[in-house]
């Protein structure tokens, strides 16, 4: 037995994640997602995505060296009242989760009120960001049920990496700040897993994590994409870790998990990767809609646009032949764009049991 597996962590008492009245919407919107999967499989024509992933803004203050986004910015953000409009009309169509990233969507000064709206529609509503206007920008954290803060290794490390100086404290503040003033809103820290951060580096994420009362989520930096059209930066693939190191990686992280740190991985998804290997059938376009800043609608395959909703009925677009052939095309993927959370929701489409208990486990939890 190794020594990761020896270290059983303590559980905290009254832990602000235990289960509460509040979080059972969750579980709501689990059975409302599974509905939309079995309408979506048997009864209809078309592809029924039912998740609204919209980066809010490309910009971003950080400098990630691994960061696929940061080549394609843009000044041309969607409008509050562009985004209000597409949420409401992707209501009607059935959409029930928003995942907000970006980007940093909090250097939008009117972050809140695109929140306001995801909340006000009854959406289940998640947010992703590097936590440095946590404190600066706060009024999201009234609409928000999960925010994904980014730490990828304790103290000036995180600021190495992200390229941010002040980036870590700024973190820690912003966390405990919504601790104490979005008290509903559940706080992942989200790490990204590369060649720039080691395992004894994200044992302390990890610890940071169990001592502060947060969840904890994994990130894989890896695609089997040739990145080399993205003006040159195929370099972006030597911060992956190659397979044999990721899943080495992974057995360890799955052992921290069994020791009772509070790692919310799904073990399918950690099993796919501790198991090496590089196909599964994804169904991600099929759940969810992923629009870049400017109304775009990007294949999975390269990042490319295809379709664009800002100037058109998002209903329409949804049964456009153009997007009704992307979302099922996409099959054979390699961990390339959300890796994680596609794998996931790729094996509930299919009701694959393993997918099912694992993500189970950790919504009980």
Not at 11 to 19: D, E, H, L
Not at 98 to 118: N, V, Y
Request: with cysteine; glycine share 4%.
């Amino acid at each position: 037995m190794s020594s990761t597996t020896q270290e059983k962590v303590t559980p905290i008492k009254n832990s602000r994640n235990k289960m509460t009245p509040d979080r059972m919407r969750y579980f709501g919107h689990l059975l409302g997602s599974m509905g939309d999967i079995l309408h979506s499989r048997f009864l209809t024509k078309r592809p029924r995505p039912f998740i609204f992933s919209l980066m809010v803004t490309s910009k971003c203050n950080c400098n990630c060296d691994f960061c696929f986004w940061k080549y394609h910015k843009d000044n041309d953000d969607m409008t509050l009242a562009e985004i209000q409009r597409l949420m409401k009309e992707a209501k009607q169509e059935g959409y029930v989760d928003s995942i907000l990233w970006g980007g940093e969507p909090l250097l939008r000064q009117d972050f809140a009120e695109i929140c306001k709206q995801s909340h006000d529609l009854g959406w289940y509503t998640k947010m992703a960001t590097n936590g440095y206007f946590l404190e600066q920008n706060p009024d999201f954290g009234k609409y928000t049920d999960i925010a994904f803060v980014s730490l990828d290794a304790i103290g000036a490390k995180h600021d190495e990496i992200r390229k941010m100086p002040g980036l870590y404290d700024r973190v820690v503040n912003g966390i405990e700040y919504h601790k104490k003033h979005s008290p509903k809103m559940r706080i992942y820290i989200c790490c990204t897993v590369s060649a720039v951060n080691d395992f004894e580096q994200l044992k302390e994420v990890a610890k940071f994590c169990q001592d502060t009362d947060i969840l904890l989520y994994f990130t894989v930096n890896k695609s089997n994409q040739d990145f080399h059209e993205w003006q040159g930066k195929d370099y972006l693939k030597k911060l992956e870790l190659e397979t044999d190191a990721l899943a080495e990686t992974f057995i360890k992280i799955k052992e921290l998990k069994k020791a009772g740190y509070p790692i919310r991985n799904s073990d399918y998804f950690m099993d796919y990767i501790i198991n090496k290997q590089n196909y599964y059938e994804c169904h991600w376009p099929q759940v969810a809609t992923v629009i870049y800043s400017n109304g775009d609608l990007l294949k999975c395959t390269d990042r490319k646009p295809f379709l664009n909703v800002r100037n058109r009925p998002f209903g329409e677009a949804l049964r456009s032949k153009e997007f009704i052939e992307v979302a099922n095309a996409c099959k054979d993927c390699k961990l390339a764009c959300v890796g994680n959370y596609a794998l996931d929701v790729s094996g509930l489409w299919r009701f694959d049991w393993p997918a099912i208990k694992s993500l189970a486990q950790i919504a009980i939890t």
